[in-house]
């Protein structure tokens, strides 16, 4: 019986441990800023890429639009975790922190937009790829009206 509690308390020990970890990830205020505009600029090279097909100026090739959507939707669950509190600053507006659950609301939306355009862009048609894309689009600008510095 004792041994089983030791073992127990160790594993639960173990597990909050690695919880604190995760939860400590970014050291400093700009390691957090750092990460998020990363993610962000990964995004915006594979999002403008598949935006340059949609309008015509770059050649359709199934391939290359559905693994740029699969990285732009990859990606797009990852700032999230780097703008947790005490990480203000970067190019994100203060409202990010004051109206945490309309951020969060519009990161939700943005996320489901991006998946959308990743089932597209798996399916290969262009017509709803273009569709897809003018969502999401317009979601990455909503954010930006509300929660990015001009
Ligand atoms: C991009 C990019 C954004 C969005 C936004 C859509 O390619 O870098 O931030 O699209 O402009 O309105």
Same mark, same amino acid.
């Given at each position: 019986m004792k041994f089983q509690k030791l073992v127990l308390g160790s594993a639960a020990t173990v597990l909050a441990m690695c919880a604190g970890q995760a939860y400590a990830q970014f050291q400093k205020p700009e390691d957090a800023i750092k990460y998020r505009q990363s993610v962000y600029t990964v995004m915006a090279n594979s999002f403008g890429k598949i935006g340059g097909v949609v309008k015509g100026e770059a050649p359709f090739n199934k391939d290359e639009v559905a693994k740029n959507a699969a990285i732009v939707s990859m990606m797009? =669950?990852?700032?999230? &975790?780097?703008? @947790?509190? @005490? =990480?203000?600053?970067?190019?994100? &507006?203060?409202a990010v922190w004051l109206d945490n659950a309309k951020f969060k609301a519009a990161s939700d939306k943005m996320q489901l937009t991006v998946a959308d355009l990743n089932k597209a862009a798996q399916s290969g048609d262009l017509e709803s790829i273009k569709k897809a894309f003018g969502a999401a689009g317009a979601t990455c600008k909503g954010c930006h009206d509300d929660f990015k510095k001009k």
């Open positions: 797009s =669950t990852l700032p999230w &975790q780097a703008f @947790g509190p @005490g =990480t203000e600053g970067g190019k994100a &507006q203060h």
